[in-house]
């Protein structure tokens, strides 16, 4: 048990003063150095780095192990040591020496003992000295060398008196901290050492336990102004003979909070009645009862508080003599304790308070608020009756009938009254009102308009938090067009698809707060008129089908009429796509939200308007891709960026851009890298945004312009390939004919048809001269000429002289084509090539070919290198199988056989 207590005991004694080294503050590695300040705390140190900047003016040393300050020396700029919460034992005699600059230096919490003169001799330019929570023992004079001092802490030391010197020194300290001591006595010489300090205004004595104050104790500190007694415990006799002292001083401000002050008598102050002072506090004291009269000392007084006591009655002269009084702070003072009835308030409790402008009333309970018992406030500014308990549940046209007297109120905060309704002119005697809160109450009713009658002035109404049991119409706030802050958070039912919009009367409004209200069905004309609207909140709600694409009627733009918005918020509302044009305009906007949605793709332009924004929340969504085209804009002047927790696909196409804004930004972008993580690919799941490489996307462009060029001449090699096999005979043949015609055209012009001899050299088989004289030979008759080979022969000339001659004189050449014909040696070695040659020098039209059987192309380029395509169709004749169809052939050859050759 002994050893768990030694363990334990240090554990608890640093966490007792807020300060667990395992929790809170964690030991740091190295100090923190930044504009000259260096911050060397929690680091588990028992001596003073040696390694600082020379030129530094502040040191941080507190919560540490170190038992002296040796190694100050070597920092001898430094203004500022706070050496608080370590293992001093003394202050160094030649500390002020090796520091000449030195001016504040705090060693609370230390275990300094005995301190004399000698310790702070050379201390002069100290201006501030913490030596709470030490054991301090003084030894002679040790405060009278410090001329500059103003302001000094010796409290929770265990010293039995206030007297820390026997001769008047400290002239220009200011402020002396003398709480927690030991000492139950204010003796008559106590402070005579700060006779001669003019400037002395603030003594506090915290946490003593006053027995008696002798007459005389304050004579010397007559310039005092304020006097702190916190949880002091003063009996009611020592307050009185306190007050008395006090009599005569520069009394200003006074502080007995926590004093144990059960009950006022009409006499406690009475010795204040020669003193100017302005603040009393009188918070939490439990006090029960203050007698009529009490307060008839204090004329001067401003600000009086009693808050957090147990008052049960204010009667209306309770506050008599209080005539300049200014605020009243009665938070928590009047409560209904478990089995006590509720604490009363008489009609007129206030009425002589003036001048008072705050009354605070927060967190009250009294039996009800009657009609006169706020009447006598000509200059009331503000009254603050929120969670207070008072019975009201209906507020009529009386209810504050009586604050027509105060013509000044502005502000009137009903938060949590248990308030269910408001009646018609419900606040009709608050004409110059400007703030309204409403919050948190019951309110169900639907808002006609009348209930906000005769607030002419009205600039704020909160109806926030009222259970979603407000509905609204047309003519809502008719009556309040000066209205320009209104919040609905929480407290709508029903439907905002109404037509006009029941906030289409506020043209001055400049914040809309319609959050958390499941608002599921509204319409484009929700904003009309709002021209001036700057905040609009409208999280938490269901609006994710409005602007769907396959919306009937496609996508509600419900934000059309206000482009003048610097704020827009909406988390939480299921939303998985916005309209390309749902943003269009928004040039003023400053901070968009749009938090724990749905969005993943978005259109490239969405954000394209948004060059003010600063501040973008676009956390918690399904976003996988940050491109430049969709974010470039938006982010470009960006102070703040929330985009984690997306599932971001950390590929070049995707996030690529998105890394290196991260890496170059100046915004800040908090949650960064945790929050930040990679989805897809596998490579980089779970991994930070900032592991994506860039370096693995730097070369793709020329990579993509190789592969583009390299496949496009595969395909194009491929292409050519299959023309040429299929095709090549066509190109080859179309390229002589132009060449042919080319060269032809350098010939004489003066060559005409007039040369031919013959209409048509006959090319056949020997096994279709019958065909041929049966069908070809009568069309002689008809002036046409014709060549055969075995007719038309000119003796004594070879063959191939005769072939040659004669075809050059025909302008036609007629192919009989049968599978005979193509097995005949000559045609198949000259003729046709000579045909051919000829075609390419004159025209397609010079060669006909007669199909007397079926002949395959294959067949007939194979044996004669002739092809169907390289003739017109005009000249590709096939003889019918019917005899009734024989005369059309006829007509087809002597068409064929009429057409000119010339080269047009």
């Given at each position: 048990m002994e050893l768990m207590k030694l363990i334990l005991l240090p554990l608890f004694c640093m966490c007792f003063h807020g300060h667990c080294a395992g929790t809170a503050y964690p030991h740091k590695s190295s100090c923190t150095i930044k504009n000259a300040k260096a911050d060397c705390s929690h680091m588990n140190l028992n001596a003073v780095p040696t390694d600082l900047p020379k030129n530094i003016t502040t040191l941080d040393v507190s919560h540490n192990r170190l038992k002296n300050l040796s190694s100050l020396h070597l920092y001898w700029n430094l203004v500022n040591i706070d050496a608080s919460y370590n293992s001093l034992t003394s202050i160094e005699e030649d500390l002020c020496v090796s520091l000449p600059h030195l001016q504040i230096l705090n060693v609370q919490h230390n275990e300094v003992h005995l301190i004399s003169e000698k310790n702070l001799k050379n201390c002069s330019r100290l201006t501030r000295l913490d030596l709470s929570d030490n054991r301090l023992k003084l030894k002679g004079e040790p405060f009278s060398v410090l001329k500059s001092l103003t302001w000094l802490d010796v409290s929770r030391n265990k010293l039995n008196s206030a007297k820390l010197g026997t001769q008047p020194q400290l002239p220009n300290l200011v402020t002396l901290v003398l709480s927690g001591n030991e000492f139950s006595v204010l003796q008559k010489n106590d402070f005579s050492f700060l006779s001669n300090s003019s400037a002395f205004r603030v003594l506090i004595l915290s946490s003593l336990s006053l027995k008696k104050v002798e007459n005389g104790c304050f004579q010397t500190i007559a310039r005092l102004s304020d006097l702190v007694l916190d949880y002091c415990k003063i009996s009611p006799q020592v307050t009185t003979s306190l007050c008395e002292e006090l009599a005569g001083t520069a009394l200003r401000n006074l502080s007995l909070k926590s004093s144990q002050q059960m009950t006022l008598s009409n006499t406690t102050f009475q010795g204040l009645d020669k003193t100017n002072i302005t603040v009393l506090d009188l918070s939490s004291n439990t006090m029960s009862k203050i007698a009529d009269g009490t307060f008839q000392w204090l004329p001067r007084l401003e600000i009086l508080s009693?808050?957090?006591?147990?008052?049960?009655?204010?009667?209306?002269?309770?506050?008599?003599?209080?005539?300049?009084?200014?605020?009243?702070?009665?938070?928590?003072?009047?409560?209904?304790?478990?089995?006590?009835?509720?604490?009363?308030?008489?009609?007129?409790?206030?009425?002589?308070?003036?001048?008072?402008?705050?009354?605070?009333?927060?967190?009250?309970?009294?039996?009800?608020?009657?009609?006169?018992?706020?009447?006598?406030?000509?200059?009331l500014k503000t009254l603050d009756l929120s969670w207070s308990s008072t019975g009201l549940k209906t507020v009529t046209n009386k209810t504050f009938a009586a604050l027509q007297e105060s013509p000044l109120l502005q502000t009137l905060n009903l938060t949590a009254m248990g308030i269910n309704k408001l009646g018609p002119r419900a606040f009709s005697s608050l004409g110059n009102l400007t703030t309204l809160l409403l919050s948190y109450n019951f309110i169900s009713q639907q808002l006609n308009g009348d209930e906000l009658e005769g607030l002419s002035n009205i600039k704020e109404i909160d109806m926030s938090m009222n259970q979603q049991s407000i509905s609204l119409t047309n003519t809502s706030f008719i009556s309040v067009p000066t209205l320009r802050i209104l919040k609905l958070g929480r407290a709508l039912k029903g439907t905002l698809d109404l037509t006009p919009s029941p906030f289409t009367p506020l043209v001055n409004l400049t914040i809309l707060d319609i959050s958390n209200n499941n608002i599921a069905n509204l319409n484009a004309g929700l904003l009309t008129g709002l021209h001036h609207l700057k905040v609009l909140k409208m999280q938490h709600n269901n609006l994710a089908r409005l602007w769907k694409t396959a919306n009937p009627g496609g996508p509600v733009m419900f934000l059309k009429d206000a482009t003048k918005l610097s704020v827009l918020d909406l988390d939480y509302n299921g939303l998985d796509e916005i309209p390309l044009n749902a943003l269009r305009g928004f040039f003023e906007l400053h901070e968009l939200s749009l938090r724990s949605n749905l969005l993943d793709q978005l259109h490239s332009s969405v954000f394209d308007d948004l060059r003010s924004l600063k501040y973008l929340h676009l956390q918690k969504n399904l976003i996988t891709s940050v491109q430049r085209v969709t974010f470039g804009v938006p982010l470009s002047n960006l102070t703040e960026l929330y985009m984690d927790h997306n599932p971001f696909d950390c590929t070049c196409e995707s996030i690529l851009w998105f890394s290196e804004w991260l890496n170059s930004t100046n915004a800040s972008v908090p949650g960064l890298p945790q929050g930040y993580m990679c989805n897809t690919p596998n490579a980089y799941f779970n991994h930070s945004v900032m592991d994506f490489d860039p370096l693995s996307c730097k070369d793709m462009t020329p990579f993509k312009a190789l592969y583009i060029l390299s496949s496009t001449a595969v395909l194009m090699l491929l292409f050519s390939a299959f023309l040429v096999h299929f095709q090549g005979w066509r190109i080859q043949f179309f390229w002589n004919i132009m060449v042919n015609r080319m060269m032809g055209s350098l010939e004489d012009k003066n060559n005409t048809e007039g040369r031919y001899a013959y209409d048509a050299y006959i090319i056949h088989s020997a096994e279709d001269r019958p065909w041929v004289e049966r069908s070809l030979l009568p069309l002689e008759d008809e002036k046409f000429n014709f060549f055969l080979e075995d007719r038309d022969p000119v003796p004594g000339f070879s063959q191939l002289d005769t072939i040659v001659e004669n075809m050059g004189q025909s302008r036609k050449i007629i192919f009989v084509i049968t599978e005979m014909l193509l097995k005949d040696p000559w045609c198949r070695r000259f003729k046709a090539h000579h045909a051919l040659h000829q075609v390419m020098e004159d025209n397609r039209d010079s060669l006909i070919l007669i199909f007397l059987q079926d002949v395959t192309d294959y067949n007939l380029n194979h044996s004669l290198h002739l092809r169907r395509g390289m003739l017109r169709p005009r000249c590709v004749l096939y003889w019918p199988l019917h005899r009734e169809r024989i005369p059309a052939f006829h007509q087809k050859l002597r068409s064929a056989l009429a057409s000119t050759n010339k080269v047009n």
């Open positions: 009693l808050e957090h006591n147990s008052l049960r009655h204010l009667t209306k002269d309770i506050f008599s003599g209080l005539g300049n009084l200014r605020q009243l702070n009665l938070q928590k003072a009047l409560t209904k304790s478990h089995g006590s009835s509720f604490p009363i308030i008489d009609d007129f409790a206030f009425h002589h308070l003036v001048k008072l402008e705050h009354l605070h009333m927060a967190n009250t309970g009294f039996r009800e608020i009657t009609e006169h018992i706020f009447s006598g406030l000509p200059n």
